[in-house]
């Protein structure tokens, strides 16, 4: 078993394993450390300032995704000085965004949306910006629509972790974008359609190409289940919507484990519904296949 170390965060006895961050530890004990660039399973990257904590005997603040834990240590994750610095961050992230959430597809599973309501944020208090970037609509599985991004750069490492690293920042500062090789929509850029980076995307970017007015999330009744398109039987979450099948997504993560799926599995379930699907047995009549009956079919089986 792998060494463990006990510390304090907000006051909580916590034995975590010694090469946890402190979100990871955190979340053992229940205790939720705000975020929004850090991915389960992935090395935190400490892009978007979110997940600031005090430890005590340190200055400054500290970004929980990328400071492991140690014995002893004593962490406080709500004072209200990283309170302060986290509604600041929500409320600059807000003034380039959107801010459409009532016809948005991702409202209700939406980070973004779930932090300005925990911190009260209506509106930015800073000066509106809009980009008006081009949208990437042009394949039937993946929308990638830049002005919702909040670069938080999680579609970037899982594109990278999961071996096709065709995503990446290009240009500086509040103008920079997540893109492909020479801007290229995903289709010419290498893309494998696996969705990996749908899954990381904590906001309305990246989204599968038909969800537009499929229900919403909260209507959605959610299955655990396994893709059954080639004998690795991956994990699968299987989103339905009034007896339809809306979307497939990666297993839920499991500790340290990230899930990841092929587009077989995400994008494949058409078939559920398509009029050349096989509903019942066929027999060979005259030379032609014919349907029958299951009964038929117990029969002639004897
Ligand atoms: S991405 Fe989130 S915050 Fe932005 S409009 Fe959609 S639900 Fe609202
Ligand atoms: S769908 Fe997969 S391969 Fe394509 S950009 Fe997203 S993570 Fe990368
Ligand atoms: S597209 Fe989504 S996952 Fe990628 S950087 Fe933007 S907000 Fe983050």
């Avoid at 039937?140 to 071996?163: H, T």
């Avoid at 209507?219 to 059954?228: D, G, Q």
Wanted: with cysteine; glycine share 8%.
């Amino acid at each position: 078993m792998a060494d463990t170390v006990k510390l304090t965060i907000d006051g909580k006895e916590v034995r975590a394993r010694a090469d946890m961050n402190l979100i990871d530890a955190a979340e053992t004990a229940g205790i939720h450390i705000p975020n929004l660039c850090y991915l389960k399973g992935l090395k935190g990257s400490g892009a978007c300032r979110l997940c600031l904590v005090e430890i005590e005997g340190l200055k400054s603040p500290m970004t929980a995704c990328t400071t492991r834990v140690k014995e002893g240590m004593f962490v406080n994750t709500r004072t209200e000085k990283v309170q302060e610095i986290r509604k600041y961050v929500i409320d600059l992230i807000l003034s380039m965004h959107p801010l459409d959430c009532m016809t948005c597809t991702k409202a209700g599973v939406c980070e973004l949306q779930k932090y300005a309501y925990d911190f009260g944020i209506k509106e930015s208090t800073f000066t509106r910006k809009k980009f008006g970037f081009p949208v990437d609509n042009k394949n039937p599985f993946i929308n990638r629509d830049p002005d919702y991004c909040i670069l938080c750069g999680r579609c970037v490492r899982v594109c990278k972790e999961q071996g096709t690293a065709v995503l990446d920042f290009h240009g500086r500062g509040v103008g920079s974008r997540v893109v492909t090789a020479e801007d290229k929509p995903l289709q010419e850029g290498g893309c494998t359609f696996c969705g990996s980076c749908v899954d990381a995307c904590p906001v309305n970017a990246l989204l599968e190409a038909d969800r537009w007015r499929k229900g919403r999330e909260w209507e959605y009744e959610r299955y655990n289940s396994v893709c059954l398109s080639c004998g690795n039987a991956c994990d699968t979450v299987v989103s339905v919507h009034d007896k339809d099948v809306a979307k497939v997504n990666a297993g839920a993560d499991d500790g340290r484990a990230r899930h990841y799926i092929c587009a077989y599995g995400r994008f494949g379930f058409d078939f559920i519904n398509a009029d050349t699907r096989v509903m019942s047995p066929l027999k060979r009549i005259d030379g032609e296949l014919k349907p029958i009956s299951w009964d038929e079919e117990a029969n002639q089986l004897g």
